[in-house]
């Protein structure tokens, strides 16, 4: 029997290319896991009105862990148009199977390395080392919309001006969901010597909710008084990083911050190509990239799947496979710094199934 049960979920579009080149890293290493198979994304909405089945949950409750690739999400009127048509207009709504596995599985953190691998081509500058610690089941990525204001809305103080058919998204921060990402920023600062943890909001304009958020960090920083704490406006921030990227060290944000400057230091670092995620609970995780499907190249093998073996590497650190992580990551360094394999956001004509075998013969 296999050391570990993993939920193996290609998803959509590019999605399975890059798994199916970072089975080619893992088979190298040697890992001991049974890697099983899940239905999720496009096609399962498309056929069944589900895009993340039952069955699949189930499957990932009877695993250690989940890599997955990427899925396709489109507007509710393209989506309610490609449904079979035995399941159009029965009130059907399309919500992201990777969001609602936050949600289930409470995958609170949303880990997201940003580093500058040396001989890297594409990094802004070389020696950039960011974490993001992004809020994962909160904030407007709640969940909670509505496409018109609900009648029992009206009434609220402060409703009285908005029109009737507005669409409405409710911006939810938690004290527990605050304290417990800004928490997990300042353990893995304390765990691995970092040096600073900045907060990221809008409590200037958003009062309360990011208020809350940055109440929580300013309370759980003073229990940890050899860490450096600062505070900075989003909108700011991402100014800052770009003139000043060596003055940050770990961030963490509420959920659409996060999202927003992950995606700005993972371009600083060479781009999606190399932007790794890790959805960590306290029971369970679920590891991937962060680019999209980008149907346009599916099935082609032509996209840069280092994102996705670095999120296997976050993966082992998950199972307590530290030195097999180590390797997989000093392998992906030493394969960018010699510049031989590239693909073709890199400069290069490299498959992803070439820049994978590249990093397997590292190891």
């Known amino acids: 029997m296999a050391k570990y049960k993993i939920a193996w979920l290609p998803g959509d579009g590019i999605g399975k290319d890059v798994l199916d080149a970072t089975r080619i890293v893992l088979d190298r290493i040697g890992l001991d896991a049974q890697y099983i198979h899940g239905d999720v994304g496009w096609e399962f909405w498309c056929k069944e009105g589900e895009p993340l089945p039952k069955r699949t949950v189930e499957l990932m409750r009877s695993t250690d862990c989940a890599m997955f690739g990427a899925i396709t999400s489109k507007?509710?009127?393209?989506?309610?148009?490609?449904?079979?048509?035995?399941?159009?207009?029965?009130?059907?709504?399309?919500?992201?199977?990777?969001?609602?596995?936050?949600?289930?599985?409470?995958l609170y953190i949303?880990?997201?390395?940003?580093?500058?691998?040396?001989g890297n081509p594409l990094n802004f500058k070389e020696g950039i080392d960011f974490v993001i610690f992004r809020e994962?089941?909160?904030?407007l990525y709640s969940g909670i919309e509505y496409n018109q204001v609900p009648v029992e809305m009206l009434s609220i103080k402060g409703m009285e001006n908005v029109a009737?058919?507005?669409?409405?998204?409710?911006?939810v921060n938690t004290p527990k969901g605050c304290e417990r990402i800004v928490r997990a920023a300042f353990d893995f600062a304390q765990k691995h010597k970092r040096k600073k943890v900045t907060c990221v909001h809008k409590a200037n304009v958003v009062r309360a909710t990011d208020g809350l958020f940055l109440e929580k960090f300013d309370q759980v920083a003073a229990d940890y008084p050899g860490i450096e704490a600062d505070n900075a406006n989003v909108d700011s921030l991402c100014q800052w990083l770009l003139k000043k990227?060596?003055?940050y060290d770990i961030l963490v944000a509420p959920n659409l911050y996060g999202d927003i400057i992950s995606d700005l230091c993972a371009q600083m670092t060479g781009g999606l190509g190399f932007g790794s995620s890790g959805n960590i609970g306290d029971?369970?995780?679920?590891?991937?990239?962060?680019?999209?499907?980008?149907?346009?190249?599916?099935?082609?093998?032509?996209?840069?799947?280092?994102?996705?073996?670095?999120?296997?590497?976050m993966?082992?650190?998950?199972?307590?496979?530290?030195?097999?992580?180590?390797?997989?990551?000093?392998?992906?360094?030493?394969?960018?710094?010699?510049?031989?394999?590239?693909?073709?956001?890199?400069?290069?004509?490299?498959?992803?199934?070439?820049?994978?075998?590249?990093?397997?013969?590292?190891?």
């Not at 949303?110 to 040396?118: D, V």
């Not at 990239?289 to 032509?302: E, F, I, L, R, W």
């Not at 993966?315 to 010699?338: N, P, S, Y």
Request: with cysteine; hydrophobic share 40%; proline share 6%.
């Open 136 to 139: 994962n089941t909160e904030d």
């Open 283 to 313: 029971s369970y995780a679920v590891f991937e990239p962060t680019h999209g499907s980008a149907p346009k190249y599916a099935g082609m093998y032509k996209v840069n799947p280092i994102a996705t073996i670095l999120a296997a590497k």
């Open 245 to 247: 990227p060596f003055n």
């Open 164 to 171: 009737r058919d507005a669409a409405i998204s409710v911006k």
């Open 75 to 106: 507007p509710k009127s393209i989506a309610d148009t490609e449904l079979v048509p035995s399941l159009r207009n029965k009130g059907l709504v399309y919500r992201s199977p990777i969001v609602r596995m936050r949600q289930k599985f409470d």
């Open 315 to 363: 993966m082992l650190e998950w199972l307590g496979e530290h030195a097999a992580a180590d390797r997989f990551e000093k392998a992906v360094a030493q394969v960018i710094e010699e510049g031989k394999t590239k693909t073709y956001d890199m400069g290069g004509e490299a498959t992803s199934l070439e820049m994978a075998e590249a990093i397997a013969e590292k190891l």
């Open 110 to 118: 949303c880990k997201r390395p940003c580093k500058a691998y040396k």
